[in-house]
């Protein structure tokens, strides 16, 4: 891993990855619906599975779990979490 991990949308990070949020796009269409679950900018989460054909990411924010669309999160930034 490197020390200065990429930014990217959370859509593209693999199973097991813990993630900072860095920011929502302006263009997505559930900004209000993540702050109400808590997914906004420093909210470290865990991307625990990818559905089959690309449709649900389940990710765990805190001590929940949680599947979103991935068209939903591809508008989600985030930073891979890297522990020395």
């Known amino acids: 891993m490197s020390e200065n991990p990429q930014v990217r949308p ?8 813990k993630a900072t949020i860095v920011k929502i796009l302006p ?11 808590g997914i906004v900018p420093g909210t470290e989460l ?3 599975a990818h ?3 690309g449709g649900l ?6 001590d929940t779990s949680m599947a979103l669309h991935r068209d939903d ?6 930073q ?4 020395a």
């Open 80 to 83: 891979e979490v890297v522990h």
């Open 57 to 62: 990411i389940r990710v765990r924010v805190m």
């Open 27 to 37: 263009r997505s269409r559930g900004q209000k619906k993540f702050a109400d679950i």
């Open 10 to 17: 959370l859509a593209d990070l693999p199973v097991g990855t």
């Open 73 to 78: 999160v591809a508008d989600i930034v985030a």
């Open 46 to 48: 865990l991307i625990e």
């Open 51 to 53: 559905a089959p054909f």
